[in-house]
């Protein structure tokens, strides 16, 4: 999606190129920053043995998002390149889809229906929480809500998803997609070492980015950011959390509509099964069929490696496109009470997040793994 400024009522919304070609610039551009950063991760560990350095270690992750942000917020991004760059949620959700042949029905249903209960808790108490916050500093009900559903569901793609069902101005979604935005730059950047501080297991760190970060391309990079098997984690829960996205907007559009705010949807379980179906990510059914192929044992060992590959390539076309969107000039033009919300909104999510892992992991015992 692009946007213009964010205090633009009048949002524009780019339709995609006509032409094929005109992908291929920014798509290029991905492969390279990707392909960059794997080899500045090698090069930084030879430099670091060559010196006898003790220091961190900086996972290709990382270094693809941090030269995508420097080229957007210095040199700026050319328009010949949006459109392609504007290609790495396809990439995201092919990842996803792919990385299911790394998992058996059984862990996706076990963890899902961890993740579930932890999702509704996590979901009431920060949903109710940003509401009143942003009502307390002036903010209108929908931007409220926006923020709300972003915050606690799917970051840009539920806020995308509650636009026309609430009648949300143009404005306040701009506004939302930037706190949004925001956060999920800090939440990339903060949880990883607070992760290692906590000494939290890859099981317990993947649960807690896929439960605490807003938009599915951070919560991908977070978790592949602490290691390989809390990344995975964080995908299928963050998938959990995708799948409710179509009830969470129901709930939403129907509030708006009895106030007579928003257009009402059509009466019957029919009816609102579609406005359901019509919300819900269709990447999510993807990962579940590759996964129950694989556990049917359908795939050969040389057919599961070459998907693995897959998804770590796409994955890395993400995460240089993740910093290649993050404009830092225009979150900066949201102006405080969106972001005071939206801080408010992902310490809260944090904070409850952690504690439920803590508790289902230590005390329960529940999930997979760790």
Known sequence: MSTATVDDDDLVEVAPPRNPLAYVPGILLLIAIGVLGKYAQIWWKDLAKHQHWTVPDIEYVLWAILIGLLITNTVGLHRIFRPGVGTYEFWLKIGIVALGSRFVLGDVAKLGATSFVQIILDMTIAGAIILTVARR????????????????????????????????????VSYAIAAILALGAVALFALPPLGHLMN???????????????????????????????????????????????????????????????????????????????????????????????????????????????????????????????????????????????????????????????????????????
């Not at 057919?303 to 830092?328: E, P, R």
């Open 137 to 172: 500093l002036g903010l209108s009900g929908k931007l409220g809500s926006l923020l709300a559903v972003g915050t606690s569901i799917c970051g840009v793609s539920a806020i995308i998803a509650s636009k026309g069902a609430i009648r949300a101005r143009n404005s306040e």
């Open 200 to 370: 939290l297991t890859d099981h317990e760190f993947g649960m807690w980015a896929g439960l605490a970060v807003d938009n599915t391309a951070e919560t991908t990079a977070t978790g592949y950011l602490y290691s390989e098997e809390a990344g995975k984690v964080a995908v299928l829960v963050k998938a959990t959390r995708n799948a409710l996205i179509g009830f969470v907007v129901l709930g939403f559009a129907a509030y708006w509509a009895s106030r007579g705010e928003a257009d009402s949807i059509a009466p019957g379980v029919r009816a609102k099964a579609l406005f359901v179906w019509s919300k819900f990510p269709k990447f999510v059914l993807g990962f579940i069929a590759v996964s129950a192929i694989a556990t049917a044992g359908w795939l050969t060992k040389g057919q599961s490696t070459n998907l693995a590959n897959v998804s770590k390539w796409a994955f890395l076309l993400t995460f240089a496109g993740v910093g290649l969107n993050t404009n830092i000039r225009e979150i900066a033009r949201t102006g405080w009470r969106p972001l005071v919300v939206a801080v408010v909104g992902l310490l809260v999510v944090a904070v409850v997040s952690l504690g439920l892992v803590l508790f289902t992991s230590r005390v329960l015992h529940w999930g997979i793994g760790g």
